[in-house]
Structures are given as structure tokens and as C-alpha cells.
């Protein structure tokens, strides 16, 4: 979910960039991986554009905040998550 | 008959009920009686001459007429006082050995409290406000629609809860913020509409909304 600090936009991972156990170890914790495809976002009427401060990043900008007290927004919300595929399972704690 | 009843007759009639009983209850008092009370033995040693006259002093010891009758009512009050006694010593192995269930709304809440601290993303524990606020929602809501309906609560990024409800294609949500600056707002939705509720949100609200979840209403119907 997009943070109330997240100004610039949701921030993902480029797929294309970044492997999947690299994307789990650069967090803190992770429960999982899950996808999302740009071109189903672009259907949205999302718009995704490259993170001009991390190559291997990319923002959805007009994503929706975790809690926008609006109904078109957290319908958005429900529709990007019902869209997302789950890729891989994990429990993992940077140490 | 109800056990307790028959434990009582049974005891009463054993016990207190028969004749070589009382007999030998009036023997003690009797036998209590001769021995000199006290108040008795400090006259006989003070004289007559003592503060009070000696009739003022009633005796401790009951006399041989004033043997206490074994009443009914006063078995049952030792009987229950008995009872009571031994229910209070092991009251801590009765508690132990009950089973409360949790709604598992509740207990899935409580598992947010499990883990604290940040992570990338912010707060992974909910903050008391949230926490206590959820709580009472659930438990008071879910309490009134009678049902405990399984949600699905994820704490955000600054430790406030969101609580899902879902019951086919059709879902309730209820957004907790992590202070009371923010408002709490109750979003809802199915295939043909979306709405939130964020004025006058209380418990009988979200009570109506698990409702409409769990129930339905006529307005869901598509129009012709």
C-alpha cells in the first residue's frame, strides 16, 4: 500500500531488473513476493513511469493511499490487489 | 431430582435428622455448661463488689435449654456454606479446565500484537488507539449481529488497522486510524456499488453494515 510519505508514488520493483531473493533480501522483513503487470495497470488508468533515483525501481504515481476515506479510491486499491499474482511464499528477517 | 436436592435429603435424613444425634449434641451442651465460663471465674474471683452486678454478665456458655435446635434452615445454610467453601478452593483448577473461545475476529487482532517495531514500510504493530478502538468495534458489532464472522485485520504503515469482512463478492471494511486525528470510516462494497461511511461511524453502523454483508438488501438487486 502507498504510505501517507510515498509524495513521488507507489514504489515497486522492475521485474526485469532485480531477481526475487535480491528484492526479499533488500527488505527489513518479507512475507512474500507478489506481481503486478504494467499492462493491466496502464488499463487502470494508472500511470507508471521508471524512479529516476533507483534503476531497479519503479513508481506507480498516481497509486492510491492505504486509507483514503474515498470509495473510488479504495475500490482502485481492491482491484490493483485482486490483480496482483503471488509469486513466492517466505518469511524473512534481515538480521 | 435434581442431584444437589437429593444430597441434601440424604444428608439431612443420615445425619442431623436422627434422633441419636441430638441426644448427643444436648450431652455436650450440657457438658459445656458445667465448665465455668470466663466471665464467670472473674466474678467468683472479684466478689459482688466488681463494677457490674453479676446478673449483667450473661453467661458465654449456652445452657442445657438453650441447646441449639437443628433446623432445617440452618443444615442448609452449613450445607451451601460448605459447598461454597470447597468450590472457592478449587476454583483455580475449575478456571483452568474452562474453555472461553475467542471469536476468531478477536484472536486474529490480538495476533497483531505479536510483533512491534518498524520495517521498510513503517509500524508493524498496531498503536493502543488502533488496537483498542478495532477491539471494541469487532467485539461490540459482531456481538450485536449475533455472528462471529471471520475478518482479516493488517496493520498500516503508521500503526493504524484496516479489518476486512468478506462474504462472497460482496465486502466490508472498517479503517482504524493509528491516533484520533484521523477519522475512522467504514467502506463497503459489492459488484454494483461502493460507498464509504465516514461521519457518525459507531458500532451499530458497522453492526448494520455486517448485516447487509452477511443478509443482503433488496438494493443490490440490478435495476430493469
Known amino acids: ?95 | 431430582m435434581p442431584v444437589l436436592e437429593r444430597e441434601i435429603e440424604q444428608r439431612w435424613s443420615r445425619s442431623y435428622a436422627k434422633e441419636p444425634y441430638k441426644r448427643r449434641l444436648q450431652e455436650l451442651a450440657q457438658a459445656w455448661s458445667a465448665v465455668e465460663s470466663p466471665r464467670a471465674a472473674e466474678v467468683r474471683f472479684y466478689g459482688q463488689a466488681g463494677y457490674r452486678k453479676s446478673a449483667e454478665f450473661p453467661a458465654l456458655a449456652p445452657s442445657s435449654a438453650e441447646v441449639p435446635t437443628k433446623t432445617k434452615a440452618g443444615f442448609l445454610f452449613r450445607f451451601f456454606k460448605q459447598k461454597i467453601s470447597r468450590i472457592n478452593r478449587r476454583a483455580p483448577k475449575i478456571l483452568a479446565g474452562i474453555y472461553i473461545p475467542i471469536p476468531i475476529s478477536l484472536q486474529r487482532l490480538l495476533d497483531l500484537l505479536d510483533e512491534n517495531g518498524e520495517d521498510d514500510h513503517g509500524m508493524i504493530g498496531p498503536t493502543q488507539f488502533a488496537f483498542k478502538t478495532a477491539s471494541e468495534f469487532v467485539l461490540k458489532a459482531e456481538g450485536m449481529v449475533g455472528w462471529d464472522i471471520k475478518s482479516a485485520p493488517v496493520v498500516d504503515s503508521e500503526g493504524g488497522i484496516r479489518i476486512t469482512w468478506r462474504n462472497g463478492n460482496r465486502q466490508v471494511k472498517l479503517i482504524c486510524p493509528a491516533t484520533a486525528k484521523a477519522p475512522i470510516y467504514i467502506y463497503k462494497s459489492s459488484p454494483t456499488r461502493s460507498s464509504v461511511l465516514n461521519e457518525n461511524v459507531s458500532i451499530a453502523a458497522l453492526a448494520e453494515n455486517l448485516s447487509w454483508l452477511l443478509h443482503g438488501d433488496q438494493s443490490d438487486q440490478p435495476s430493469t
Open chain 1, 1 to 95: 500500500m502507498r504510505r501517507p510519505i510515498d509524495h513521488d508514488g507507489l514504489s515497486v520493483f522492475d521485474s526485469y531488473r532485480i531477481e526475487q531473493q535480491a528484492c526479499i533480501e533488500s527488505s527489513l522483513s518479507c512475507h512474500g513476493v507478489a506481481t503486478l503487470h504494467v499492462g493491466t495497470l496502464l488499463d487502470l488508468g494508472l500511470t507508471v513511469i521508471r524512479d529516476p533515483g533507483d534503476f531497479t525501481r519503479i513508481l506507480i504515481t498516481n497509486a492510491p493511499f492505504e486509507s483514503p476515506n474515498d470509495a473510488d479510491q479504495e475500490r482502485l486499491a481492491d482491484t490493483i490487489a485482486e490483480g496482483a499474482r503471488v509469486a513466492r511464499l517466505c518469511r524473512w528477517r534481515k538480521k
